[in-house]
């Protein structure tokens, strides 16, 4: 069971020639996660479609390069998707056809803008969580923001991850597959209780609740029943609503997150610990975090009027 799309291993795709089955194998050996499987897959399938469904084995180095320009230049595709595009084109050329580094790797630049993530204040993430009436959406909401989680990790859990003894919350596979623990609000472990109570589901935390009868007995049974989780779509369109009813520049499950990490910040929180709570490998993807607080500042120019204080005149 998961949440949002499935992903179906692309080794039981109906593959268009040998060469693409031959890179479902070759992805397969390389990577455990179906999500990046898929994704590889899918870049080299729209680069076949852009050479009329040609056989992506028999294209030239300037066919490649051409098609780059395409997606970059007409098709304004973002750095993240032009690097993907990057990587699956290396991985089939140059790593399973053995054809060499071609020199259209190195001339591609993909550098993200320099722009900050949106965060929302806690008046706002509190007005935000307030304007969600139904409580199967309120809740995992409300769970992101309070434990920095990711969409996937939070509508993922099962209550075989729920530590409420020793209030901790266990993330399996988390991005990179890693898994982590960490720790579960006492307010946020009880609402949690509260919830399962309603659906009883046998596994899942965040049950998919399917169409039909809204009563709470009939949604209860459809959701104890339930053989998925809740679609990650679900979560992501409610916000886009509450956005616009509230005016807020941006809200998404992951600015929930982004709002997470610089509260914390904010709150004095040291920056190696929010950086296991997010789950992040690198220091530096959680240094961002220092940009969006207003602490660092303020603490920086009360140091330097102590260093001003007792300098002659």
Partial sequence: M????????????????????????FLALRYDSLRTRHSYYRQLRLLCEHFGSADPALLTEDQLRAYLLHVKTVRLWKPKTMRQALATAHAF????????????FDEVKTKDPDSLPPVLTREQVRALLQSIRLRRYRTPLKLIYCCGLRLSECLNLTIHDILGSEHKLRIRAGK??????????????????????????????????????????????????ATSTMPHNSLQRLLVLARRELNLPDATPHTLRHSFATHLIEGGAILHTVQHLLGHTYLNSTEIYLHLTHRSEQQAMRLMAELCADLPR
């Fill in 2 to 25: 998961r949440s949002g799309k499935m992903y179906p291993d692309p080794l039981h795709y109906d593959h268009l020639w040998p060469s693409m089955q031959r890179f479902a194998e």
């Fill in 93 to 104: 050329f140059s790593e399973m056809l053995d054809l060499g580094r071609w020199r259209v």
């Fill in 176 to 225: 990179g597959g890693k898994d982590r623990v960490i720790p579960l609000p006492a307010a946020m472990l009880r609402d949690l209780r509260d919830y399962y109570r309603f659906h009883r589901h046998p596994l899942l935390i965040f049950p998919n609740a399917g169409r039909g009868d809204n009563t709470p007995g009939a949604l209860a049974r459809r959701m104890h029943a």
